[in-house]
Structure formats: structure tokens, C-alpha cells
Nanobody, 125 residues
Framework: VHLVESGGGSAQAGGSLRLSCVVS????????LGWFRQAPGKEREGVAA????????YYADAVKGRFTISEDNANNTVYLQMNSLKPEDTAMYYC???????????????????WGQGTQVTVSS
């Protein structure tokens, strides 16, 4: 399974960006797709996740109400719509696939089966 992200770039604080991740194939072992991010000098952290079988989602507290994860099953693509961006959202964003990322609400990087190559998001104040 390959994950290919796109859509990163630069934005002003308060602006919006949409990230896309094309998943090369779907199988039941990769029922959960999500987005993680890593800022320089910081650990990789989870941002949002979606379960493909029922479209349930969950988010990190830092992005709730601002980011929305969604998927287009017909095109094997998962999106991350990022609104009301803040400078602290600046990071490399990675698409990830797994059976799950841990218990509901968790983002355990040890559970990730595949990572995308990452796409940079930079938010200026």
C-alpha cells in the first residue's frame, strides 16, 4: 500500500489549506486512515483519523472545530480540510494507514502500517 500526499504549502494565520492523500489500495487491515504531523524538534503527533467502514472520525484537541477529515472511497482519497490555521499548525503532515491507531481517540504511531512521504504546511502570523 502506498500513500501519496499533496496540498501542503503556505498560508496566513486564519487561512485554509486542504491536504489530500491517495491510497493505492484498500484492504481491511488498513481500515483506519489518518493524518499526523511533526514540527521541528517535536515528536510526531496525531491530528485526525477516520474509519473507512463507518466514516467515524476523531481529532486531536488542538485541531477540533478547525480541521475536518473526510474520504472519497470511489477515488481512494482521504482529505484534511484545515481552517482557521494558526502558526502552531506549522509542521510536516503525514498520511497514515492502520487497522486502528489504538483505542478510539488515540494516535499511537506504533500501530501505523504505512506512512506517506509527508507534505509541508507553513502558517505565518
Amino acid at each position: 500500500v502506498h500513500l501519496v500526499e499533496s496540498g501542503g504549502g503556505s498560508a496566513q494565520a486564519g487561512g485554509s489549506l486542504r491536504l489530500s492523500c491517495v491510497v493505492s489500495e484498500y484492504n481491511t487491515r488498513r481500515n483506519c486512515l489518518g493524518w499526523f504531523r511533526q514540527a521541528p524538534g517535536k515528536e510526531r503527533e496525531g491530528v485526525a483519523a477516520i474509519f473507512r467502514h463507518d466514516d467515524t472520525t476523531y481529532y486531536a484537541d488542538a485541531v477540533k472545530g478547525r480541521f475536518t477529515i473526510s474520504e472519497d472511497n470511489a477515488n481512494n482519497t482521504v482529505y484534511l480540510q484545515m481552517n482557521s490555521l494558526k502558526p502552531e499548525d506549522t509542521a510536516m503532515y503525514y498520511c497514515a494507514a492502520a487497522g486502528s491507531f489504538g483505542r478510539r481517540g488515540e494516535f499511537n504511531t506504533n500501530w501505523v502500517l504505512e506512512w506517506g512521504q509527508g507534505t509541508q504546511v507553513t502558517v505565518s502570523s
